[in-house]
């Protein structure tokens, strides 16, 4: 079932729930009328343990207030190595027959491959043995937009996905921004079927990482949007987009994981809004400004923690911004990192891939389009990592986020919250540490009212919690 609303997106779910998914926040927010290895570690996020214990400024003016760092006397210590990886966003390194199998491609038209190189057409030259691959790109693929940006002398290029008929295209505010070097920069996109247009930035949210773009083209194919609350892991995962400028790439593999919290950096990213101090080279996760190279060392560079779909789906810069599809060719993620054990000139896919849900991505983007700007939940407590009472001497794993201090007349003030309480669960996605927290409020929208469970005194306890509004 598909559900068509005024402004063109399109979802493929059925019928809305009256309260919102388990896991994510209730959107209360939303404008009246709408529903809606680094070095072969294994770990993907950033080195978040500076000396021994958490760093947790990243709470700081945004959704939470500074952490106070656990004790030596009765707090468990954290080690580091674990942690320490490289990571990075990957977007701003830019540089066919018709589809049969009217199984697998859902009976749509088939169109001819242009001729030309850079033509973005899903070529099937032998119709008897497409797949679902094949089907699935077929139909998204004329939803997915090369996007060039330029600006200040620099320049690089991105993906982008079409929301709706009116020309409204969802990307990456480190697309659009070059990184976050530029505030005002000349877009252009070019379509699937090769037309060119200029655009215009409706809005960013660096706090998501999430843009929308503008273009004033006739005959756009609005994406479909499913339900990515609903994914599994093992599922399959294609991406769609432009990596190396290369439009029209198709990718495939399957969804790794779920709600895995990684940071990611950018000077788009205000620093009194940010959820970490800016790391030392090297560390944890960085934006890729164009052509591979650094950011400036003069920039000032914010940290944000994002939830996100991992994937193995090849995902390489110029990816960022463009579609991360199911098998019915429904979008379920709009791609925004890598992982990389190399350096920022030499990153590719390693099979480590991240993409933001589509139900977070859909809200942002409708709040951008219809108020300016988005939402952004706050708890008001400042945490530290809690370790668990089976861990001896020092640990690197940590199984909740324990309240370090309640800011007064915060949410969490209001909810009841004391100091010790260690938050486990917010609204059905686990809570391990600090950064899941930040996280998961963070993708709730001002006013919503989510479940929050947590340990008191060794007895678990559920209550209600009416987030508010994070700054920046």
Same mark, same amino acid.
């Given at each position: 079932?598909?559900?068509?609303?005024?402004?063109?997106?399109?979802?493929?779910?059925?019928?809305?729930?009256?309260?919102?998914?388990?896991?994510?926040?209730?959107?209360?927010?939303?404008?009246?009328?709408?529903?809606?290895?680094?070095?072969?570690?294994?770990?993907?996020?950033?080195?978040?343990?500076?000396?021994?214990?958490?760093?947790?400024?990243?709470?700081?003016?945004?959704?939470?207030?500074?952490?106070?760092?656990?004790?030596?006397?009765?707090?468990?210590?954290?080690?580091?190595?674990?942690?320490?990886?490289?990571?990075?966003?990957?977007?701003?390194?830019?540089?066919?027959?018709?589809?049969?199998?009217?199984?697998?491609?859902?009976?749509?038209?088939?169109?001819?491959?242009?001729?030309?190189?850079?033509?973005?057409?899903?070529?099937?030259?032998?119709?008897?043995?497409?797949?679902?691959?094949?089907?699935?790109?077929?139909?998204?693929?004329?939803?997915? /937009?090369?996007?060039?940006?330029?600006?200040?002398?620099?320049?690089?290029?991105?993906?982008?996905?079409?929301?709706?008929?009116?020309?409204?295209?969802?990307?990456?505010?480190?697309?659009?921004?070059?990184?976050?070097?530029?505030?005002?920069?000349?877009?252009?996109?070019?379509?699937?079927?090769?037309?060119?247009?200029?655009?215009?930035?409706?809005?960013?949210?660096?706090?998501?990482?999430?843009?929308?773009?503008? /273009?004033?083209?006739?005959?756009?194919?609005?994406?479909?949007?499913?339900?990515?609350?609903?994914?599994?892991?093992?599922?399959?995962?294609?991406?769609?987009?432009?990596?190396?400028?290369?439009?029209?790439?198709?990718?495939?593999?399957?969804?790794?994981?779920?709600?895995?919290?990684?940071?990611?950096?950018?000077?788009?990213?205000?620093?009194?809004?940010?959820?970490?101090?800016?790391?030392?080279?090297?560390?944890?996760?960085?934006?890729?400004?164009?052509?591979?190279?650094?950011?400036?060392?003069?920039?000032?560079?914010?940290?944000?923690?994002?939830?996100?779909?991992?994937?193995?789906?090849?995902?390489?810069?110029?990816?960022?911004?463009?579609?991360?599809?199911?098998?019915?060719?429904?979008?379920?993620?709009?791609?925004?990192?890598?992982?990389?054990?190399?350096?920022?000139?030499?990153?590719?896919?390693?099979? /480590?891939?991240?993409?933001?849900?589509?139900?977070?991505?859909?809200?942002?983007?409708?709040?951008?389009?219809?108020?300016?700007?988005?939402?952004?939940?706050?708890?008001?407590?400042?945490?530290?990592?809690?370790?668990?009472?089976?861990?001896?001497?020092?640990?690197?794993?940590?199984?909740?986020?324990?309240?370090?201090?309640?800011?007064?007349?915060?949410?969490?003030?209001?909810?009841?919250?004391?100091?010790?309480?260690?938050?486990?669960?917010?609204?059905?996605?686990?809570?391990?540490?600090?950064?899941?927290?930040?996280?998961?409020?963070?993708?709730?929208?001002?006013?919503?009212? /989510?479940?929050?469970?947590?340990?008191?005194?060794?007895?678990?306890?559920?209550?209600?919690?009416?987030?508010?509004?994070?700054?920046?």
């Amino acid at each position: 079932m598909t559900d068509d609303n005024l402004h063109g997106f399109e979802r493929n779910i059925p019928p809305r729930p009256q309260t919102p998914p388990s896991h994510v926040w209730a959107d209360s927010s939303r404008p009246d009328g709408e529903n809606s290895d680094p070095e072969n570690t294994g770990q993907h996020h950033r080195a978040a343990y500076d000396d021994g214990s958490y760093s947790s400024g990243g709470f700081y003016r945004s959704a939470l207030p500074p952490a106070a760092l656990p004790s030596q006397r009765d707090k468990k210590r954290f080690g580091t190595a674990t942690f320490v990886s490289g990571v990075l966003i990957a977007g701003l390194l830019g540089g066919g027959v018709v589809a049969g199998a009217d199984q697998l491609l859902g009976g749509q038209a088939v169109t001819p491959a242009a001729t030309t190189g850079q033509s973005q057409s899903v070529v099937v030259n032998d119709t008897e043995s497409v797949n679902e691959v094949t089907g699935a790109a077929v139909k998204a693929s004329p939803s997915v /937009v090369t996007i060039a940006v330029s600006g200040a002398g620099s320049g690089g290029s991105g993906s982008g996905i079409v929301l709706d008929g009116e020309g409204h295209i969802l990307t990456n505010t480190h697309v659009v921004t070059l990184g976050g070097q530029v505030s005002d920069a000349a877009v252009e996109v070019r379509t699937s079927d090769g037309r060119v247009f200029p655009a215009e930035i409706v809005g960013t949210d660096p706090l998501s990482d999430l843009a929308v773009i503008k /273009v004033d083209a006739p005959d756009l194919q609005p994406a479909t949007l499913a339900d990515s609350d609903a994914l599994n892991v093992g599922d399959t995962a294609i991406a769609i987009g432009a990596p190396l400028g290369l439009s029209g790439t198709v990718t495939d593999g399957i969804i790794s994981t779920l709600n895995r919290t990684i940071s990611v950096a950018s000077s788009a990213v205000p620093e009194e809004s940010a959820d970490a101090a800016p790391e030392q080279e090297g560390d944890g996760f960085n934006f890729l400004p164009p052509e591979g190279a650094e950011v400036p060392q003069n920039q000032a560079q914010g940290s944000i923690y994002l939830n996100v779909i991992q994937t193995d789906a090849a995902i390489n810069q110029g990816n960022s911004g463009g579609a991360l599809v199911d098998g019915q060719g429904s979008v379920i993620g709009v791609n925004v990192a890598i992982a990389s054990a190399g350096s920022a000139d030499s990153t590719g896919n390693i099979g /480590v891939g991240f993409s933001i849900p589509i139900n977070y991505a859909e809200r942002v983007a409708r709040e951008i389009i219809e108020e300016g700007s988005a939402s952004h939940g706050f708890l008001g407590v400042s945490v530290s990592p809690s370790a668990s009472e089976n861990s001896s001497a020092e640990t690197s794993f940590s199984v909740g986020a324990e309240v370090a201090g309640v800011e007064p007349g915060s949410p969490a003030a209001n909810a009841g919250f004391q100091e010790g309480d260690v938050i486990t669960n917010v609204a059905g996605r686990q809570i391990t540490d600090p950064r899941d927290l930040t996280a998961a409020v963070r993708m709730q929208a001002e006013g919503d009212t /989510v479940s929050v469970e947590f340990e008191r005194n060794g007895e678990s306890q559920t209550i209600e919690v009416t987030v508010g509004q994070a700054e920046g």
